[in-house]
């Protein structure tokens, strides 16, 4: 029985790959800091056929929280992937780093950067007894230069870096960097305020990349989750 410890998971990307997870009988460890809306994907991820389910509302970048997480894994006889998928996106409208907001800045590295190396180091003995993976999602923003996503697309460069020396040291382990690609989340809904993003795609047109990169066995490093996708399409289209 597989577990699974999904992070920002009552809505977008999070959800959508817990729903995915649920549906083939794993079991799962998911947070939020929206206990209610929380407490709805606990029982959509319930429905779906999850073996085992533990909903643990609160922030990642608290380190209580963030033990209470890694117990519930352990409660659950230990964790075979982590996803460190909660991010913040920081103030919107997004500033120039000129009029960037220092304190704002430093919450985003606190969410996007210290609570995911926390969390493994955290989740480590338990992923190191399974030979587990660990997913950090990051972003295009944290290699092409954007105005306006200098604090967001920062934060996601260096955990790319902290990811890549991560894996370096955790041989025995699979660890990504994965982008998921732009989707018509309530995050780029917040980076764009006012315009219309219905032409992106869902967040659950990255899941089959995001299962390929959990299920399969690509080494360590840094890929696309759309672009895993569309391959794997195309491997199975006659």
Do not use: C
Not at 158 to 180: F, G, K, M, N, S
């Amino acid at each position: 029985m597989a577990t699974a410890l999904v992070t920002g998971a009552s809505r977008g990307l999070g959800r959508a790959l817990a729903r995915s997870l649920a549906a083939d009988g794993w079991s799962l460890v998911v947070d939020g800091r929206d206990a209610r809306a929380l407490a709805g994907v606990e029982a959509e991820l319930r429905a779906a056929g999850a073996a085992q389910v533990r909903a643990v509302p609160g922030d990642v970048a608290d380190a209580a929280h963030r033990r209470e997480l890694v117990a519930a894994g352990r409660d659950l006889g230990g964790l075979d992937v982590l996803v460190n998928n909660a991010s913040s996106l920081g103030p919107s409208p997004l500033p120039r780093l000129a009029e960037y907001p220092l304190k704002e800045l430093e919450a985003v590295l606190r969410v996007n950067l210290v609570a995911p190396l926390a969390l493994a180091q955290a989740a480590l003995p338990l992923l190191r007894r399974s030979g587990g993976r660990i997913l950090q999602i990051t972003s295009d923003a944290a290699v092409e230069a954007y105005e306006g996503w200098g604090g967001y697309g920062s934060s996601k460069a260096a955990l790319e870096q902290l990811t890549a020396v991560l894996a370096v040291e955790e041989p025995t382990l699979r660890i990504y960097a994965v982008d998921p690609g732009d989707m018509r989340t309530q995050m780029h809904q917040d980076a764009f305020p006012g315009e219309d993003i219905s032409d992106r795609p869902p967040p659950e047109a990255a899941v089959p990349g995001l299962r390929l990169l959990i299920d399969g066995d690509l080494p360590s490093g840094r890929y696309r989750a759309q672009e895993l996708a569309a391959r794997m399409a195309a491997e199975v289209t006659p």
